[in-house]
């Protein structure tokens, strides 16, 4: 069965080349055709686990409680705040903001209302309210109000006076959260039984039907997010301004998204063209490898369109990455055939061709295979985009293995034989010196490999999965200076949320009432008829004692230093408090006050604070990323303890959500996920050295280098105190996947070698002189190309770059030492007898 398809795959590529190309054309022409249907995605889908628990609960407390999409605009005048220029900058901007099409409301120190300025009383409140509009207003005494009060402070205004923040918010898109309920609600029907044909259909429906949405959106949020920065270039004359909000980071996410493949795309290819025009000196043999890697790309572009697969930020380096790893399978072929035609000048084009395949296709079939299984690993991710971009390496490397193998022999025989190598280049050079060194210090190149182990585990145990997400982006981009000063002066930004239930003691009493009630012989029939109101249910936390409580929970967060703005239902309280002579108003005070207070303060004050029935609690807060030593999940921890142990709150009755418990709960499911598949592609490679090299012995001493290498990544990332991010945390899996393909065709070729003369040196020198040119021409190219990623605006795919690097060339530098000094030490293929063979 094997040789009949060995046959065939030579009579198509050798005796009919034409037809071969002309396959090879049809198949990419028609996978780019759906190069229309490409897209980017940077929405908060994209960095959240697809089956947390926590998501769900997020989302249900977002049907509860609301939620408003809008932009925020940071102000921070050149003159006085109060000045009537800095104040006409704000009016102008408001005129202008009101006009666009999806706003709904803005809300700015110019039209909230003022209860300090001058004071007013609780009965007032109903009555309509100053604002620094109002022609009398006295300015100083509201900016004064504006830095202290508790609903303003740190919120509209910086303590300092110095900056407000403008919220331009938006009109509810009733489609889009109609299209995502509903997504959301067969997804959790999925697996449940009675979930059939029928149901997966609408569910497929539901996904296409959310993401076509979804991208006419992301496209109306950019051309809105233009028109508000074009807004604001109108009045920077009279303020310094950053825009933010999660629109505006999901339009200039997607913009770096599309700078990243194109600038990768580009200096990849450029790069390319150089290296192969200075290693091969030949216009045939950089035109031919190049055309492999653009096709591929192309046909992969394609297919991600076809199947409606949206690169996120996580993806955005496949591309470069994809043409980094095709190019490192031609070379390869390159070097191989340049060798043959080398020693045999005489040969025809057709066994050139044939042997380059058939001495190329096991070794180049194993180190696809290997990579492959690198990036599956991706796969048993919960985290789409990291699922995704998974499956595209692993269908991209087989499309490039497959296209190559088509490709390249198929244009060789349509030209004449050419050299390839040179015996007298400066790379044969190189590599033969290492060889002498390795061979002349095979001790200490072992000892100090087992230095840089030690030295590396101390480095992983320092390793944090962490990080500030503003430290994802270089401080010359508006994402991090609009982050950095609402994270400075407005109170912070990622939005953590605590949900507080009752008691238990709290529901029993609750069953008692309902019984007693039931159980009551003398309960009027005819009561109802004649009540004038029906009684206010009993509820939890509206009362004194247990708002004072809150009021104690919201004051010992808000003097937690990670911490900035907090908002409660305690927020109100504390109004009200101030406009009573600072008193808690008596407990039937209170429930008068929650009758009058007005409909639009509620929406602001106690809606997104207290439930309709006011038995559970939401205080919002929102992180300060400013700090480097901010550390996201001990804050979580220490938040708990302070609950449980100082409030004396039964952590069963706390729930924490939000943004940041999402991000981190991705961020911690990545990293144990990665573990696992760590070793499990470990053990993969493993058992496929073994089937390969059909050597225990051998595939064991194989993979050390490679294992020191992606060590010694983690080890400086530990020392350096660079933080696992969704991408630095897969750099490990990745690296010794790409890492391994050095690995085996130098074993490969070193048994090839030492069967024609079992003599361990010799083998390592020929060794060197030939694959070693290979495995330097890849290796370089390796590096240089992921160090490209170097060009990227978002600072994980920067580290995730130079790190790969750098391990590529560590990786290069194993095989070249390491591994060569340990098959010499250790002659893992017998060691040579007499008559020249080798023994056990």
Known sequence: ????????????????????????????????????????????????????????????????????????????????????????????????????????????????????????????????????????????????????????????????????????????????????????????????????????????????????????????????????????????????????????????????IRYDLIVFGIGVICFLIIALGFFFKRFRWVLLPMTCCLLSAFAMLGYLGFMDWRVTVISSNFVSILLIITMSLTIHLIVHYGELYARHPDFDQRTLVQRTVRHMFGPCFYTALTTIVAFSSLVVSDIRPVIDFGWMMTIGIALAFTLSFFLFPSALMLVKPAPAVSSRDMTRAITEQISTYTQKHKSLIVGVCILLAILSAVGISKLRVDNRFIDYFKKSTEIYQGLEVIDKQLGGTTPLDIFIQPDQEFYKFLEEQKQAKDDDPFDDPFGDAFAEEEPEPENYWFHVDTLNKVEAIHDGLAAMEEIGKVQSIATAMKVVKHLNDGKMPEEYDLALIRKLIPEKVKKSLVYPYLSDDANQIRITMRIVEADPTMHRKALIEKIRKFLVEDMGIANDRIRFSGMAILYNNMLYSLYDSQIVTLGFVFFSILGMFVISFRNVYLALIAIVPNLLAASLVLGIMGWFGIPLDMMTITIAAITIGIAVDDTIHYIHRFKVEFARNPDYIETVNRCHGSIGRAIYYTSITVTIGFSILALSKFIPTIYFGLLTGFAMVVALMNNLTLLAAMLILLKPLGRPTADGSSGP
């Not at 609960?57 to 999409?69: A, C, I, N």
């Open 1 to 256: 069965m094997g040789r009949t398809i060995v046959r065939g795959y030579e009579k198509l590529v050798l005796d009919h080349p034409k037809v071969a190309l002309s396959l090879v054309l049809a198949l990419t022409l028609f996978l780019g055709f759906y190069t229309h249907n490409f897209k980017l995605d940077a929405s908060a889908d994209s960095l959240v686990l697809e089956n947390d628990r926590d998501l769900e609960y997020f989302r249900t407390m977002v049907k509860k409680y609301g939620s408003s999409e809008y932009h925020i605009i940071t102000y921070t005048p050149h003159d006085d705040m109060m000045s009537e220029r800095s104040l006409n900058g704000l009016r102008a901007l408001k005129k202008e903001l009101s006009k666009m099409p999806r706003v709904e409301s803005i809300v700015s120190i110019l039209d909230v209302p003022l209860i300090d300025s001058p004071k007013v009383r609780l009965s007032e409140l109903a009555d309509k309210l100053r604002t620094l509009e109002t022609p009398d207003t006295d300015r100083q005494m509201a900016l004064k109000e504006f830095r202290t009060s508790p609903i303003y402070s740190n919120l509209l205004m910086s303590p300092d006076g110095k900056t407000t923040a403008i919220q331009v918010n938006l009109k509810r898109d009733e489609k889009y959260f109609e299209l995502l309920y509903k997504r959301n609600d067969l997804r959790l029907e999925k697996g449940q039984p009675g979930f059939g044909v029928k149901e997966q259909a609408e569910l497929d429906k539901a996904v296409k039907d959310f993401k076509q949405y979804l991208a006419y959106l992301n496209d109306l949020q950019s051309k809105e997010v233009e028109q508000i920065r074009q807004i604001m270039d109108g009045q920077r004359d009279k303020a310094d301004m950053f825009l933010g909000g999660v629109n505006m980071i999901t339009s200039d996410m997607v913009d770096f």
